[in-house]
């Protein structure tokens, strides 16, 4: 017996909304029709036609709905915000999209709004906020650092914490420091550029070499924190699967009166030498029943850099899994 097919219609307000939803040269609406390729996509003056099996139909009327509500709420769609939302859709949860999309982190300093761009960053988001000490945990493009940068600067503008204090093991991709020019100073800071990175958005250029010289933030590595207690600061250590089981749990210890941690890595780009444990991968074992301690661990689905990063990820895990 053939499978009954069925139809839908959406009703557009105008031409723009639809040239939103379908994206530059319809580059949105040939990656849907790509993932979802059973189902027929059409549109007509104002309003689009969707035709194919049930189910399908329902995830793309899911889909188109959540998009357009997105669009008329003046958020300017990517690429990226479609692989997602097909994600979502294909579990009919693509409606999650709008609470992530209302929610409004705070600006960057030229005034863009800094939002979670997946369910994983929303949660991440929610577990810094509510816990002292959070390990953010995945892989490359998750977010983790740049949204510990943003809740970093938020506190620090809010008063909840007096200073930021941003930190890195200095193990880096089998480089060592010694073979950087220039003195001290100079060889830590291009280590250090990717956390420089996450403030220049948020506050600007300006005002973070102002907080560097007040002291308001300090950036430093790991071998600095040793010997010191951090009150009322927001501390984040990245990169922290190359901190060693030792370095690991002289940093833990380093927790001060009125402040919050933020560690963040990924266990399959450690870089020690071979023979040591990593840090990271230790304090998640020996750690993870502390109530009061957060762990997230972000998936492939909620890298938020070009949609290919994703495929890559997939691929070397999986290339991972045959040869273990």
């Known amino acids: 017996m053939a499978e009954q097919k069925y139809s839908v219609k959406i009703s557009l307000q105008n031409a723009a909304e639809g040239l939103s939803l379908f994206g530059p040269q319809d580059s949105f609406l040939k990656l849907i029709e790509q993932r979802i390729s059973d189902a027929k996509i059409g549109s007509r003056e104002a309003e689009i036609v969707i035709y194919g099996n049930e189910h399908e139909v329902e995830i793309l009327k899911q889909l188109f709905e959540v998009l357009l ?125 990717p956390l420089y990175d996450a403030l220049y958005d948020v506050m600007g250029p300006d005002q973070v070499a102002k907080a560097l010289e007040r002291g308001l933030i300090e950036i430093a590595p790991l071998a600095y924190m040793r010997g010191r207690t951090l009150d009322d600061s927001f501390i984040i250590l990245d990169e922290a699967q190359n901190t060693t089981a030792e370095q690991m749990k002289m940093f833990l210890t380093r927790l001060g009166f009125g402040s919050k941690m933020v560690i963040t890595g990924d266990a399959t780009q450690i870089d020690l030498p071979k023979g040591k444990k990593s840090g990271l991968v230790e304090a998640k074992q020996i750690l993870s029943d502390i109530e009061e301690i957060g762990f997230v661990y972000f998936a492939e689905q909620d890298v938020v850099r070009h949609t290919l990063v994703q495929k890559i990820i997939v691929a070397y895990d999986l290339a991972a899994e045959k040869q273990g």
């Open 69 to 193: 509500q997105l669009v008329r709420n003046g958020y300017i769609l990517t690429e990226r915000d479609i692989h997602y939302a097909l994600e979502l859709a294909k579990d009919l949860r693509a409606d999650e999209l709008l609470d992530l999309f209302k929610g409004e982190i705070t600006t960057t300093f030229r005034g863009k709004p800094i939002r979670a761009k997946t369910i994983g960053q929303r949660h991440y988001v929610k577990t810094i906020k509510a816990k002292d000490v959070v390990f953010g945990i995945g892989p490359a493009g998750t977010g983790k650092t740049y949204l510990a940068v943003v809740l970093a600067v938020a506190a620090l503008k809010e008063g909840s914490v007096k200073r930021i204090i941003l930190t890195r093991p200095a193990v880096e991709a089998g480089e060592s420091l010694g073979f950087l020019p220039g003195d001290l100073q100079e060889k830590v800071d291009p280590y250090l550029r």
